[in-house]
């Protein structure tokens, strides 16, 4: 696997860096860790860089997850590039939310690594 | 949609069995993201209270969940989080303790499969010092758990409007 450029979008400063240690973690080689704080950010972020994996958070002030990932389909820098929400929003509507509107995967917070590794590496073309 | 006094009278002792709920929901959060177990002490301890979270759930369950603890014990958490020593960490550690409180919030509405898509959460709050009175619109009775965190005392509670 080739070394990846993530984004990671999550209000929490401190869920930010636990998401990227569970990326490490989870056998993620990452050359590159951009940070958003909500959704309205992540588009500022990907408006001027490449990425290769969104891992993004639902509930955010000024612009939920959710939204970001249905507008995340007009924006050039994500065309293909996998989302996996991480939250604690663990209904099955939010689920079927986030996958109708393109997200590749669903991890509830409280996570593993292991659940990274199982959700995030077959999308990087990679076997868990 | 049921209101959360029916939710809560839709069970046999449904203040009981949401207690374990909740002390299920913390339990996973500390294993799982602190990487350390909560303990049950054989009689209640202190209730210290120098740092509070709290998040706020709206619709079908309406109420106020909460964890206080000592500034230590919080400071404790944030450096199991972060994966660094307790002297490092900083600022982080109220962002890192308002993140506990979410995730047990969230756990624990997950688990109640009857809340299903009709409960949100609030973002945390953090707030310190001791001398303050809670009032929340709460007008059940409060489950609390009373645990011990690194044998130090951490109460968790939930106060429930209906």
């Given at each position: ?10 209000d ?19 050359s ?9 950010e ?10 290769d ?5 639902i ?25 996996v929400?991480?939250?604690?929003e ?13 997200a ?12 990274v590794?199982?959700?995030v ?8 | ?12 002792h449904?203040?009981e ?18 990487g ?11 209730d ?23 500034l230590k ?5 944030a ?5 660094v020593?307790?002297?490092?960490v ?24 009857r ?14 010092g ?9 007008d ?13 005392p951490?109460?968790?509670s ?5």
């Amino acid at each position: 696997m080739n070394s990846i450029r993530a984004l990671i979008v999550d209000d929490s400063s401190v869920m930010r860096k636990i998401v990227e240690r569970s990326l490490r973690q989870a056998g993620v080689e990452i050359s590159a860790v951009l940070e958003a704080g909500n959704g309205a950010e992540a588009l500022a972020v990907l408006a001027e860089n490449k990425v290769d994996l969104i891992l993004c958070d639902i509930n955010m002030p000024v612009m939920d997850g959710l939204e970001l990932v249905k507008q995340l389909a007009a924006v050039e820098n994500a065309k293909g590039v996998p989302v996996v929400m991480i939250t604690t929003e663990g209904s099955e509507s939010h689920v079927v939310q986030a996958l109708s509107a393109g997200a590749r995967g669903y991890i509830r917070k409280p996570f593993t690594a292991e659940q990274v590794k199982e959700h995030v590496l077959p999308l990087l073309g990679v076997n868990a | 949609m049921k209101t959360t006094t029916e939710l809560l009278a839709g069970s046999t002792h449904a203040t009981e069995n949401w207690n374990h709920v909740l002390e299920v929901a913390a339990r996973e959060v500390f294993e799982l993201m602190l990487g350390c177990k909560l303990t049950v002490p054989g009689t209640p301890p202190q209730d210290l209270r120098e740092i509070t979270a709290m998040v706020g759930l709206a619709g079908l369950l309406c109420g106020v969940l909460s964890i206080r603890c000592s500034l230590k014990s919080a400071t404790i958490m944030a450096s199991k989080m972060l994966g660094v020593t307790p002297e490092q960490v900083g600022k982080e550690m109220y962002d890192a303790f308002g993140e506990i409180c979410n995730m047990v919030a969230g756990n624990f509405k997950n688990k109640i499969a009857r809340l299903g898509n009709g409960c949100m959460l609030s973002v945390p709050t953090v707030i310190t010092g001791e001398d303050y009175d809670l009032y929340p619109l709460a007008d059940s009775e409060a489950l609390e758990l009373r645990l011990l965190f690194e044998n130090m005392p951490l109460t968790i509670s939930l106060q429930i409007h209906s």
